[in-house]
């Protein structure tokens, strides 16, 4: 059974950071794409940052470009996103994916104070 776990989230001040965390199990985490989207209050869900199987190569939206970093552990099937420079703007909650078997995480809650 697929299941990714998110964890890292919480209530940061303008200007923070904040590291996420996901634990995947129940697939070849290696060989699988990950993404990271988010879901800011009352908005669509929308992508964040995508990194491929071996962590050579990472995408990002332009609104976090150069203060996100998305990084992976095979070793641990944990895929991580660094945010610096958080902004009011990247309140949401933040979602793990797995796009090509279209599994999601439970989500967690961002929230950055102005």
């Known amino acids: 059974q697929v299941h990714l776990v998110e964890s890292g989230g919480g209530l940061v001040q303008f200007g923070g950071s904040l590291r996420l965390s996901c634990i995947a199990s129940?697939?070849?985490?290696?060989?699988?794409?990950m993404n990271w989207y988010r879901q800011p209050p009352g908005k669509e869900r929308e992508f964040v940052a995508a990194i491929t199987g071996t962590g050579q190569y990472g995408n990002y939206a332009n609104s976090v470009r150069g203060r996100f970093t998305i990084s992976r552990d095979n070793a641990k099937n944990t895929v991580y996103l660094q945010m610096n420079d958080l902004k009011p703007d990247d309140t949401a909650v933040y979602f793990c994916?797995?796009?090509?078997?279209?599994?999601w995480g439970q989500g967690i809650q961002v929230t950055v104070s102005s």
């Open positions: 129940g697939f070849s985490f290696s060989s699988n794409i």
């Open positions: 994916v797995a796009p090509t078997i279209n599994a």
